[in-house]
């Protein structure tokens, strides 16, 4: 009787190892994806990164062209108080886009 039941219990140990080589493959099979998610996104933002550093320097290419020509950078038109500041509120939520993303 104690045969079978050492048998019993190298089945029951079998089992559990079983079982836990599945639960770690699994683990790791879940971990490989979202490691790929991961390295998916980073080359999405760093896409995006590249793209809005371009932007950054042509929009600075722009400013120091016209500001070296002595132009006013809007076509010489003449701005009010209100649209100026109004200029200036949205210039900053710009850059501070451009800040957030360039962090990211």
Known sequence: MSEISKYDLFIDELNALEKQIY???QKGSDLQEANQALNNRIVLLERENDTLKKKISE????VSKSLFNGENIFGGENFNLEEKEALKNKISELIAKIDYHLRS
């Open 23 to 25: 639960y770690f493959l």
């Open 59 to 62: 929009i600075e290419g722009k």
